[in-house]
């Protein structure tokens, strides 16, 4: 089995800075990529930033300039520092794989739990 483990998350104010971490484990072969995604009441699940194995990284545009992911793909790690937070990015983020259990396999997408982020003064 195939298990994404999120940390790091909590309440924090405004301007403040969180760095959660995502760990992938169990039979993997190959990840392609990783990725942050968030969810706030009411609304629909929606990409933060991605980045895949060969380090090539995507952001929403409500993130450029504050927030970076970052990736250890021998770890099967990724993280996303997120700098200059505002009330807006509270949300739970979740972290999302792209991966292959065997060589064999298809590709195949797998979600962690989710962790929770508060941004309030």
């Known amino acids: 089995q195939v298990q994404l483990v999120e940390s790091g998350g909590g309440l924090v104010q405004p301007g403040e800075s969180l760095r959660l971490s995502c760990a992938a484990s169990g039979n993997i072969f190959r990840i392609y990529s990783m990725g942050w995604y968030r969810q706030a009441p009411g609304k629909q699940r929606d990409l933060v930033a991605t980045i895949t194995h060969a380090g090539t990284t995507n952001y929403a545009d409500s993130v450029k300039g504050r927030f970076t992911i970052s990736r250890d793909n021998a770890k099967h790690t990724a993280v996303l520092q997120m700098n200059s937070l505002k009330s807006e990015d509270t949300a739970v983020y979740y972290c999302?794989?792209?991966?292959?259990?065997?060589?064999?396999?298809?590709?195949?997408?797998?979600w962690g739990q989710g962790t929770q982020v508060t941004v309030s003064s």
């Open positions: 999302n794989a792209d991966l292959k259990v065997i060589p064999e396999g298809e590709w195949a997408d797998y």
